[in-house]
């Protein structure tokens, strides 16, 4: 009988690993990579407990004690370790832990594409920082400091020693008198050398709250036995429209990632990260998207995300199955970036662009027992979007993004039911603050510091200026962003495996109502998804049958 192979999460056959869509055979070396990186890790305790306590201003590592491994969290992207604090000085604090997060190297493509694990902790703390500067009302885990795997360490102002404390807030007062940009609370501290000597290697962290039992629990633990309920779903719902209308209230000029640069201060100047664009990278599938790319028009950035699609289907060993399946897939990216007009707004084609929590799933909310919204917590992979790109979570009727494309009836319902709520709230907002332009205003800290970090006009004010209006209201938006398709249009773009799924059942049917005679559609649109189609394809075809030949030895089948 063939043996199962495991997989970072549960075992896998050949039977089922020979359909899967995704390189099977890269994700086969993951758990004796996750055993190596383990093993190393707690090699580290004693420097783990030390850095802690750097962060945390204590006056000993002898203070902190790093859980057992036992004890450890680590999900498809990360590793927690909770540390202890025996003697914990901050009485604000709900508990007496906090999480040491990083990583996982052999996740996030550090090894094909070296500084994505440092570029994954800078981003994440650049949100961070935006969200506690220009949204104090959502609830996140506060972050103690990071560090990157070059040494570079920055922790949070209140936990600096007096001294140093005291210079920051001078500084920073100097800096406000003067009109000029304020560092974040995040300041360069270097740990003493007796630390720094023995650092990570190879990794960064970083060191943030640990969510207790008694302010909430994962809503993925009740969200399948109670998503039924009524009651709690509107709870739901209305804390994360909340939310979602605290972020969104403040528009920007470009797409991209907030990171904290070696000064401390706040940059809209990273690529626009998210998990499709690392997962690509850590199988080593070049995306052609520099770390300092950002955009200033919508169809440059879906151009650039549809590259990043036909990159995959030229590199990705098993990316086709074979002729018929090269051109239904070459068929609809070449109809992707045609149809692409029909579906965005040109007179938002320069923005507005929002701030949208791309990894919002079940796990990375935590709710109290009516599923009121406690926090939010794994900030990774925020990042700056056209605003008609935001969705609702593609989760509302636990169903996989091909899943919903076939069953749209069924998620309209809950899609529905969430836009319902968003408007009511939406409304409450209007009442106590009057609706305002679409831009942040320019007197406050937002603005001056987007205007920093923006050295092109802001292109939000450049239109209003000229008379160009759209609407503003959020749930207007993505109400009318479901009826145009530019729903279904930018799940595609964001599902590396579930586009040709979507285009298919959601996509391409709205213009075939116009032309029902579609039969040489393959036929046709293939030859111009590129010049080298002829070339590519029977390359595409060797790859399959090689990837399949050590597919069958990886798991000891032979012919």
């Not at 996030?108 to 220009?134: H, M, S």
């Not at 000029?180 to 300041?187: A, E, L």
């Not at 579609?518 to 030859?527: E, I, K, L």
């Amino acid at each position: 009988m063939p043996k199962a192979r495991p997989l970072l999460r549960g075992e896998i056959t050949y039977s089922t690993a020979k359909t899967e869509e995704v390189n099977v055979l890269h994700r086969l070396r993951y758990p004796d990579q996750r055993d190596e990186f383990f093993a190393y890790i707690l090699e580290k305790r004693n420097w783990i407990e030390a850095v802690v306590a750097h962060h945390l201003n204590l006056e000993s590592p002898n203070q902190c004690r790093m859980a057992d491994f036992g004890n450890w969290q680590h999900g498809s992207f990360n590793l927690c370790v909770p540390v202890n604090v025996n003697t914990w000085k901050q009485k604000q604090q709900p508990g007496n832990c906090v999480l040491f997060r990083l990583p996982l190297p052999y996740r996030v493509g550090d090894a094909f594409r070296p500084g994505n694990g440092d570029e994954k902790i800078r981003c994440e703390a650049g949100t961070y920082a935006w969200l506690e500067q220009n949204c104090p009302d959502i609830p996140i885990p506060r972050l103690y400091g990071f560090a990157t795997s070059t040494g570079e360490t920055f922790t949070r102002l209140q936990n600096l020693p007096f001294l140093t404390r005291c210079f920051e807030y001078i500084r920073r007062k100097l800096l406000a008198v003067l009109g000029k940009p304020t560092p974040t609370q995040y300041v360069r501290h270097q740990p003493p050398s007796s630390i720094s000597s023995d650092q990570i290697m190879g990794s960064g962290y970083l060191l943030i709250e640990y969510i207790e039992e008694e302010q909430g629990e994962m809503l993925s633990n009740s969200w399948p036995e109670k998503h039924m309920e009524a009651r709690l779903r509107m709870n739901l719902f209305r804390s994360l429209s909340r939310i979602l209308l605290s972020i969104t209230r403040i528009r920007l000029s470009k797409i991209g990632s907030f990171v904290i640069d070696r000064s401390g201060f706040l940059r809209l100047a990273n690529r626009p990260l998210s998990l499709e664009i690392q997962d690509l990278e850590n199988e080593e599938i070049p995306t052609s998207i520099p770390r300092g790319c950002t955009y200033s028009t919508v169809d440059s950035y879906a151009t650039a995300l549809l590259h990043m699609h036909d990159s995959r289907l030229r590199h990705q060993p098993n990316a086709i199955n074979d002729l018929e399946d090269y051109l239904y897939q070459t068929s609809a990216l070449t109809a992707m970036r045609t149809a692409f007009p029909s579906f965005f707004r040109s007179e938002l084609r320069h923005g507005p662009f929002v701030l949208m929590l791309t990894d919002l799933h079940q796990s990375n909310i935590f709710v109290d027992k009516d599923w009121h919204i406690t926090c939010l917590v794994d900030l990774e992979w925020a990042c700056t979007r056209p605003i008609e790109m935001l969705r609702t979570p593609t989760w509302l009727t636990n169903k996989a993004v091909d899943e919903i494309a076939e069953e749209a009836e069924e998620y309209d319902i809950r899609r529905r039911e969430f836009i319902n709520v968003l408007a009511a709230e939406e409304q409450k907002v209007e009442a106590v603050h009057p609706q305002q332009p679409s831009t942040t205003p320019k007197g406050s800290w937002a603005m001056r510091a987007v205007d920093e970090i923006i050295e092109t006009p802001d292109a939000c004010d450049e239109m209003y200026a000229a008379g160009v209006t759209y609407e503003t209201r959020l749930s207007t938006i993505m109400k009318e962003s479901w009826e145009s398709g530019a729903f279904w249009y930018s799940l595609a773009l964001a599902s590396p495996t579930g586009l040709f799924s979507v285009f298919y059942k959601q996509v391409q049917p709205r213009f075939l109502r116009y032309c029902p005679d579609h039969d040489g559609f393959q036929q046709v649109m293939p030859w111009y998804w590129s010049q080298d189609f002829v070339k590519i394809g029977p390359r595409k075809i060797a790859d399959k049958t090689d990837y399949d030949l050590r597919l069958k030895e990886a798991f000891g089948i032979e012919d």
